[in-house]
């Protein structure tokens, strides 16, 4: 699959020396487009908040910054980072194993929403709220791995829920947690309403279907208890396809349902925290071919860099799509190695066959020297990538920002 740059991105790229490569490229303008259109798209009473774990850079979320509501930190790590990169920001605090000093650090910030991963934490969360912050009321939403339509998650990437995970608590223990929370037990802890993210790469459709039913559930759950639950949140997993990366998230559509949904329940507000369906389109992995080689009957050529940079497509077991940028000028004495069959197989520089960027991509007559440019990497790429195996060195990062 190849898919072309940003202007703004293939300028920057084309200007760049091989020294200079590889290199991140962030179109910061398209970012903002972006996110522009998904608040948009979002009727009232529909928050967003950006999950950061799949691109915490701080440009990146300072840009985010007037689109979105708050954001979604799943460590203690994230916290400080976050809290320093958007300072007075709201801060929702999730993730499994959450450590004491997590948490104490967590209420010494005024965290506005914490996602309890089971009942121990939530116990922990309570002692801890009533020594840390002993005139504050918390905000809690117990997130829960709910059963969903077998169906939307067959076709979703990375599921959380609906089967055995560590992820939230499991829905029989529901009535427990509830209890807790509401039979003054912990009254330093506020039942805010509820939380599930079951499952990334899902389309519209099928992010519908499962809002639905998790906000079907969580109101039954308040009727059985007699309380009452003002928030839910239904998470991320919006679906970036990285087969086809002109076919977005259907983000109107969703808003639609979402609309339509919250026309049932007057006094309830949907969370949502999406994090790839953000960043990912902004993002370039830039780079040249150093090499171009035949090894039993295929092709391949080796670009500066790797899957220690760009790791996404090692991880989900894709084909990351690129364009190739020519380059005429060859600068060395020695004979410029070319492509003779149609498809190339993009890899990298490290020692192993799962550096694999691409495989059997269209490109005739590719050369060393010619530039390769990786879509689709704004999000889960960088942040999630091995960097010091081989210790080749790290890619520059540019942010290409009109703004300033
Ligand atoms: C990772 C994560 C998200 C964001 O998921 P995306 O697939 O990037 O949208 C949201 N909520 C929770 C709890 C997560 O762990």
């Known amino acids: 699959m190849t898919t072309s740059p940003t202007d703004a991105v293939r300028d920057r790229v084309l200007s760049l020396s091989s020294g200079e490569l590889p290199a991140y490229v962030y179109d910061m303008a398209a970012l903002r487009e972006h996110a522009a259109a998904v608040r948009a798209a979002l009727p009232e009473r529909v928050e967003l908040y950006y999950a950061a774990k799949a691109n915490p850079e701080p440009e990146i979320l300072a840009a985010l910054g007037p689109y ?4 979604e930190v799943a460590s203690g790590g994230e916290l400080a980072h976050v809290a320093a990169a958007v300072p007075g920001r709201a ?35 309570a002692e801890l709220a009533r020594e840390v912050t002993p005139d504050a009321r918390v905000a809690v ?68 279907a499962m809002a639905g039913s998790i906000v079907n559930w969580a109101v039954g759950l308040a009727e059985r208890h007699g309380v009452r639950l003002t928030e839910v949140n239904v998470g991320g997993g919006m679906t970036v396809d990285y087969a086809a990366p002109e076919d977005r998230f259907d983000w ?15 006094n309830l507000t949907l969370r949502i925290e999406p994090g790839r369906a953000l960043t990912a389109y902004c993002g370039w992995y830039a780079t040249e071919v150093l090499d171009v080689k035949h ?12 899957t220690h940079h760009l790791r996404t497509p090692a991880t989900k077991g894709h084909d990351q799509p690129c364009a190739f940028l020519p380059v005429e000028d060859w600068p ?10 149609e498809l190339v197989t993009l890899t990298g520089q490290l020692c192993t066959p799962k550096d694999v960027l691409a495989r ?39 942010f290409l920002d009109p703004w300033t």
């Open 68 to 71: 979105v509501d708050g954001y």
């Open 91 to 125: 801060l929702a605090f999730g993730g499994p194993g959450k450590t004491p000093p997590e948490i104490t650090a967590a209420l010494e910030l005024g965290v506005e929403r914490f996602h309890v991963e089971s009942e121990y934490e939530l116990h922990m969360l």
């Open 141 to 208: 939403l117990p997130r829960f791995n709910l059963p969903v339509a077998t169906g939307s998650l067959a076709a979703s990437s990375l599921a959380m829920g609906g089967r055995p995970t560590p992820f939230g608590l499991d829905p029989s223990q529901a009535d427990t947690v509830v209890g807790l929370l509401t039979d003054g037990t912990y009254p330093q802890l506020e039942l805010r309403g509820v939380h599930a993210h079951l499952a990334s790469g899902l389309r519209a459709p099928e992010q519908l």
């Open 252 to 266: 109107v559509a969703y808003g639609d349902g979402l609309a339509e949904l919250l026309g049932r329940y007057r």
């Open 295 to 306: 090894s039993h009957g295929e092709e391949f050529a080796v670009v500066r860099g790797g």
């Open 332 to 341: 060395h004495p020695w004979p410029r190695p070319v492509a003779r069959r």
């Open 360 to 398: 059997n991509v269209p490109a005739p007559g590719v050369r060393a020297g010619d530039r390769v440019v990786f879509a689709l990497a704004g999000a889960y790429a960088w942040n999630i990538s091995h960097h010091d195996f081989l210790m080749h060195p790290r890619p520059g990062f540019h």
